[in-house]
Nanobody
Framework: QVQLVESGGGLVQAGGSLKLSCAASGRTFSSYAMGWFRQAPGKEREFVAAISRSGGSTSYADSVKGRFTISRDNAKNTVDLQMNSLKPEDTAVYYC?????????????????WGQGTQVTVSS
């Protein structure tokens, strides 16, 4: 069982930056691939970024590539999402997720544990 708690969301102007953090409970954090997803009102949950168990591999949605960076610290049981050059279309609830897959996966259904989400609002 893994419990995930996100933090760092808030209101920011377009062009600004935010850093989301996800703290995981348990002693097996390094056994999970981690991902960030987001869901805007009236839309389906979509993949944002993912990182492998060791942190050696990452993947990004085309919409955030070059602006967002995912990282993890297995010693601290945390995964972060640095978001730069934010746009109004980045507004959504952002979720952290943990999956037992041995490789990076981008489908929400392949993740086993989810946080409660943190709101990110980007004003124009």
């Amino acid at each position: 069982q893994v419990q995930l708690v996100e933090s760092g969301g808030g209101l920011v102007q377009a062009g600004g930056s935010l850093k989301l953090s996800c703290a995981a409970s348990g002693r097996t954090f390094s056994s999970y691939a981690m991902g960030w997803f987001r869901q805007a009102p009236g839309k389906e949950r979509e993949f944002v970024a993912a990182i492998s168990r060791s942190g050696g591999s990452t993947s990004y949605a085309d919409s955030v590539k070059g602006r967002f960076t995912i990282s993890r610290d297995n010693a601290k049981n945390t995964v972060d999402l640095q978001m730069n050059s934010l746009k109004p279309e980045d507004t959504a609830v952002y979720y952290c997720a943990a999956g037992k897959a041995s490789t990076i996966v981008t489908r929400p259904t392949t993740y086993d544990y989810w946080g409660q989400g943190t709101q990110v609002t980007v004003s124009s």
